[in-house]
């Protein structure tokens, strides 16, 4: 499975936390453990990614930021993870 997070019988394994931490880390630039809508469009544009913008970066986070203040959590991170893969 090509996700950052395997399903095992409803039970995700180490390696998959690990392998989720990576691409947090990958996102989360400055190391303060909370991805930035600015730190979301920097990493996809890195990645060749030039359409998103500001505005669309926000709303990304918006999605997935389950106590609203603007940022991820590595938590918020990977229960993202989990109800997309689910």
């Known amino acids: 499975m090509s996700s950052a997070v395997v399903h095992l019988g409803g039970v995700e394994t180490v390696a998959d936390i690990e392998e989720a931490r990576r691409a947090f880390d990958r996102y989360d630039l400055d190391g303060d453990g ?24 926000e709303a990304v986070i918006k999605t997935k930021d389950a106590n609203g203040d603007g940022q991820l959590t590595f938590e918020e991170f990977w229960d993202s993870l989990n109800k997309n893969t689910a």
């Open 34 to 57: 909370l991805i930035t809508a600015a730190e979301y469009k920097s990493v996809m544009a890195q990645l060749g990614d030039f359409h998103v913008t500001e505005t669309v970066a």
